[in-house]
């Protein structure tokens, strides 16, 4: 298959605009520089030429980009589909989960907000391959982190949601203190 290696600039870049999206739409891979939307496109025109599913993997390591990748991804199938709901549909589908988020990331010396698991994200299309909506599913949770932690590095980000809500009269009975006091367990 086709492998594009993407780099993290670690900044915003203006090449993910809707100007290049619309760039490479349509074009055939390598008649272009590659980017995540030739990448894009062309699983976007298997799909539509030969009405079979289609997988694009998205990995690396923490920091590496991988949810800004898959980010940029459903941007371009949301636009070259002209999808009803395309305003933002990468918002909905990365916040459509935000419990799963919380209990998957948390802060590691690369990273603030690192996704502790993996995921799988399907997106669904209608018959004029517009978007209909999206699945995502969790995996390969790195359980070890609720016990013990890398010097520097955190829990999942819910340990730290709780224990900063321990005083709301619903979480009361979890007995819960600060999170320094907690984390010592």
Known sequence: GIILVAINPYKELPIYGDAIIHAYSGQNMGDMDPHIFAVAEEA???????????SIIV????GAGKTV???YTMRYFATVSKSSSNAHVEDKVLASNPITEAVGNAKTTRN????????????????SYQIIGANMRTYLLEKSRVVFQVENERNYHIFYQLCASAMQPEYEHLKLGRSQENNLL
């Open 44 to 54: 976007y025109k298997q799909m539509a030429r030969n009405n079979k599913n289609q």
């Open 59 to 62: 990995s690396g390591e923490s």
């Open 69 to 71: 990748s898959a980010r």
């Open 112 to 127: 603030d907000n690192s996704s502790r698991f993996g995921k799988y994200t399907e997106i669904s299309f209608d018959q």
